[in-house]
C-alpha cells in the first residue's frame, strides 16, 4: 500500500447517572474520582504530542455531572464525609466499605500506611471501632490522593508534599486535596475545547442518557442475533424516546462545545437497521460499532491467522455507507482485537513492549492491504477511563510511548475519523445493518436474564403509565410532566441493565438496583400514585452471598425445571470482565450451577453451537485435607464418571454430576473449574483466572 495507514483511536467517557431522585445527592463518587483520575489527563498528555489526532467520546450525562461538581452543586457520600471531622458509625461503616476500591497492586501497594489500614480492615471485618479518627482522616486522605493522576501532582509542588506525607492527615490537608480536585474537574471541558479548536481532537457523542438505541426501539430486537433469547413480559417500543435521547445529546454538545457533533458511538456500539434513519435525521454524518456487527452485516467472516493478525485486511479497514432513509451515513467499525490489546492485554506488559506489539500490528496490516492505492483505516475504539487503573502509573508510560511513536512513524498516521472521511469518503455500501452491540455482536448484555426482563417490564409499564396519565390530564403543569419524562429518560440508560447481568460483579450492585428503581419510583410520586408493590420492594437475592449454589428442587425426572436456571449461581470467564468493561469476544456465555438433594447441576452455555463439545469439569472438596480434584472429562454426550448424565443443545451443555460421586457433602464448601476445549486445543475456563470457591446452599430457593 502506498499511503499511510490512518489509525482513527476513539476513547469513549462514560459514567451512569449517578444522581439519586430522593436526596438530590450523586449516590456514588465515580464521577468525580474518574474526572480528577482521567478525563483532564487524557487531554493533557495528547496535547503533548501535536502530531496525534484522536477522538473523544463525552455522553452528555456524563458531562452534566462534571459540570456540577465543577461549579460546586455536586455533592455525593463519600465528598461530604471527606469534609467531616466526626463520623457516626453507619458513616464509618461506609468509608471502610469504599474507601479501598482502589487497585491494590497497582495504586494502593504504592503506601505503606494505605496497606496497613487495608490489612486492618480485613483483619477485624470492618468493625469501625478497631480504627482511631487519625486512621479515619489519613484513609480519607489516601483515597482521594490515590484517584488524582501523579501528573496533576507533579505540578504542584504543594500537592508533592502532601501526597509524599504518607500519614497523619490533617482536615486542612483533605481540605486542599478536595479543592485542588474541584480545580482539576474544571479545567476538563475547556481542555478539550481547545484540542478540538486546535483540530488535535474531534469530540462526539452519545444518546443523552447512554440507552441502547435498538432495544429502546424495540426489545424484540433482542432477537435479531439470538432468536431464543427470552423477552421481557412486557414489550417496549419507544422510537420517540431514542430520537429524544439522540436530539438532546446533538444540543448539549452543541451549546458546550461551540457546534454540533459530526460523530456518534451509539451507546456499547448497539446498532441496527432501525436506528439509522433517527442517527441521520439528528444530523451525524457518522457513526461506529464493532467488526462482528460488519461482519453479520455483509454476511462474511472476519477471519484471522493464529497470531490475531486479519486475513481479509480490506473489508474490516474502510468506512461505509449506510442507508439513513433521508441520506446515508458513513459507519466506521473497530477492530476488536486491537481494542482489546489496549483494554485488557497491555496492562501486564512493559510499556516498551506493549507499544512494539501495536506498531507491529498496525504494520502487519499495512503490508496485508492490497496495493490499490487506497487509503485504509484502522478505528481503534474502548473506554478512555476503565483501563487505567489496571497500568502501572494510570497507563502514562504506555501512553506517552504510543503517541510517540504513532508520530513519529512515517508509515501511520494518526487521524479523527472526520478528517479521514472528508478526504476519503467511503467505498462501499451496507444494504442493512445487522442489530448487535460490540461485546459478541448481540444484546445479551442487557437482556435475556430473569433481571435484565423484569427491569425492562418495570420501565415498560411505568412509562406506559405516564402516557396514560397524560392523555387522561391534558392541562397537567409542563414542569411535572418534564420531570417525570426525564426519569423515564434516565431509566432508559443502559448501565441499569449493564448490573443486572450475571457476567457482570461489582458490590455496588444492590446500590444499582436501588437507583434505577429510584428512577421509576419517582415518576409514580410525581404523579400521585402509589408504585407497583414489586417495584417498590427492594430485592432480597442480594443479599445472599455470591459464591452460594442454591439448592432447587429438580422434577420428577431428576432434570432441572426449565425456570430453575434463572435462578441459578451465574459463572463467566472473568476475563471477560473487567468491573465496567467486557472484551469483546470469548466462546464461552456463562456457566449455571444450582444444586438439589442429589446432584449439582451444570448448564454451559455458547455463543456458536457445539457440534461436538470437549468439556472438562475439576470438583474438589475445601477443608477436609485432600484437595484432590473429582474430574470429569465429556466428548460428545459421554462420561466415563459413573452416574453422570449429559443432554445437549445447540448453544448449551446440561450436565447433572451426584453428589456422592464427586466426593463432596450434600452441604460444603467446594471448589470448582470447567474448560471448553476449543478445537485447537485451547481451554477456555469457567473462572478463567482461578477456580471458584462455592457454597453449596442448604436452602431451597
Not at 445527592?25 to 496525534?52: F, G, S, T
Amino acid at each position: 500500500m502506498s499511503h499511510p495507514l490512518h489509525v482513527a483511536i476513539l476513547w469513549h467517557m462514560h459514567q451512569p447517572d449517578y444522581l439519586d431522585p430522593r436526596t438530590g445527592e450523586y449516590a456514588l463518587p465515580w464521577v468525580r474520582l474518574h474526572a480528577v483520575k482521567d478525563y483532564l489527563r487524557m487531554a493533557e498528555l495528547q496535547a503533548q504530542y501535536p502530531q496525534v489526532h484522536a477522538t473523544v467520546n463525552f455522553v452528555p450525562s456524563l458531562l452534566a455531572q462534571i459540570e456540577a461538581y465543577a461549579e460546586g452543586a455536586a455533592q455525593d457520600r463519600a465528598l461530604k464525609l471527606s469534609t467531616q471531622t466526626a463520623w457516626s458509625r453507619e458513616d464509618k461503616a461506609y468509608i471502610l466499605s469504599l474507601f479501598f476500591c482502589v487497585n491494590e497492586h497497582k495504586v494502593m501497594a504504592r503506601s505503606a500506611r494505605y496497606l496497613e489500614l487495608k490489612a486492618r480492615r480485613d483483619a477485624t471485618r470492618g468493625d469501625v471501632d478497631a480504627f482511631s479518627d487519625a486512621d479515619y482522616l489519613d484513609l480519607i486522605a489516601l483515597f482521594n490522593l490515590a484517584w488524582m493522576d501523579s501528573l496533576n501532582l507533579a505540578q504542584d509542588p504543594q500537592f508533592q508534599a502532601i501526597s509524599h506525607k504518607g500519614a497523619g492527615y490533617t482536615p486542612e490537608d483533605i481540605r486542599l486535596i478536595l479543592a485542588k480536585q474541584r480545580e482539576v474537574i474544571a479545567s476538563i471541558i475547556p481542555a478539550y475545547k481547545a484540542l478540538a479548536a486546535q483540530g488535535q481532537v474531534e469530540l462526539t457523542t452519545s444518546p443523552y442518557y447512554h440507552p441502547i438505541l435498538p432495544l429502546l426501539i424495540s426489545t424484540d430486537s433482542a432477537r435479531v442475533a439470538m432468536p431464543g433469547i427470552a423477552l421481557p413480559s412486557v414489550a417496549l417500543a419507544a422510537p420517540e424516546d431514542a430520537r429524544e435521547q439522540l436530539a438532546r445529546a446533538v444540543q448539549a454538545h452543541a451549546a458546550r462545545f461551540g457546534k454540533k457533533p459530526a460523530g456518534l458511538w451509539p451507546s456499547e456500539g448497539a446498532v441496527g437497521a432501525a436506528i439509522v434513519p433517527l442517527i441521520a435525521e439528528a444530523g451525524f454524518a457518522w457513526f461506529a460499532s464493532d467488526e462482528a456487527i460488519l461482519a453479520r452485516s455483509l454476511g462474511v467472516r472476519i477471519e484471522r491467522d493464529g497470531a490475531g493478525h486479519v486475513k481479509n485486511p480490506s473489508i474490516l479497514y474502510q468506512p461505509y455507507w449506510v442507508d439513513g432513509g433521508s441520506r446515508p451515513v458513513a459507519a466506521v467499525f473497530r477492530d476488536h482485537a486491537l481494542s482489546d490489546r489496549i483494554g485488557f492485554v497491555y496492562q501486564s506488559m512493559n510499556p516498551q513492549a506493549a507499544v512494539d506489539d501495536m506498531i507491529y500490528r498496525l504494520h502487519v496490516i499495512r503490508e496485508r492491504l492490497e496495493p490499490d492505492g487506497l487509503p485504509y483505516l484502522v478505528p481503534i475504539i474502548l473506554d478512555g477511563e476503565n483501563a487505567w487503573e489496571y497500568y502501572e502509573q494510570n497507563g502514562n508510560p504506555f501512553l506517552k510511548t504510543l503517541y510517540q511513536r504513532l508520530g513519529d512513524d512515517p508509515l501511520l498516521k494518526p487521524v479523527t475519523v472526520r478528517e479521514y472521511l472528508r478526504k476519503y469518503p467511503p467505498r462501499a455500501r451496507i444494504d442493512r445493518l445487522f442489530t448487535g452491540s460490540w461485546i459478541n455482536g448481540n444484546l445479551d448484555t442487557w437482556i435475556g436474564e430473569e433481571k435484565h426482563n423484569r427491569a425492562w417490564a418495570w420501565l415498560a409499564q411505568t412509562r406506559q403509565r405516564l402516557m396514560d396519565w397524560q392523555a387522561a390530564h391534558p392541562d397537567a403543569p409542563a414542569q411535572l410532566l418534564g420531570d417525570a419524562w426525564e426519569r423515564i429518560y434516565q431509566a432508559e440508560g443502559s448501565d441499569w441493565f449493564w448490573w443486572y447481568s450475571s457476567r457482570n460483579r461489582s458490590p455496588m450492585q444492590a446500590e444499582f438496583d436501588r437507583l434505577y428503581r429510584a428512577r421509576l419510583l419517582d415518576v409514580y410520586r410525581i404523579l400521585g400514585e402509589a408504585p407497583p408493590r414489586d417495584l417498590a420492594e427492594l430485592d432480597a437475592a442480594w443479599g445472599r452471598p455470591d459464591n452460594a449454589i442454591p439448592f432447587i428442587q429438580s422434577a420428577a425426572s431428576g432434570w432441572p425445571e426449565t425456570w430453575a436456571w434463572d435462578r441459578s449461581l451465574t459463572l463467566v470467564p472473568l476475563a471477560a470482565s473487567q468491573g465496567a468493561a467486557q472484551r469483546a469476544y470469548v466462546p464461552v456465555r456463562r456457566l449455571r450451577l444450582h444444586r438439589d438433594e442429589q446432584s449439582l447441576h451444570l448448564r454451559l452455555e455458547t455463543y456458536e453451537p457445539m457440534e461436538n463439545p470437549n468439556v472438562i469439569v475439576d470438583i474438589w472438596p475445601i477443608g477436609d485435607g485432600t484437595g484432590a480434584p473429582w474430574t470429569a472429562h465429556l466428548v460428545g454426550e459421554t462420561s466415563a464418571e459413573a452416574g453422570v448424565r449429559v443432554r445437549r443443545g445447540t448453544h448449551d451443555l446440561y450436565l447433572s454430576i451426584p453428589l456422592g460421586a464427586a466426593g463432596i457433602g450434600r452441604s460444603a464448601s467446594i471448589g470448582l473449574r470447567v474448560a471448553l476445549v476449543q478445537k485447537d486445543g485451547e481451554k477456555c475456563w469457567v473462572p478463567s483466572e482461578a477456580p471458584a470457591a462455592l457454597v453449596l446452599d442448604s436452602i431451597q430457593a
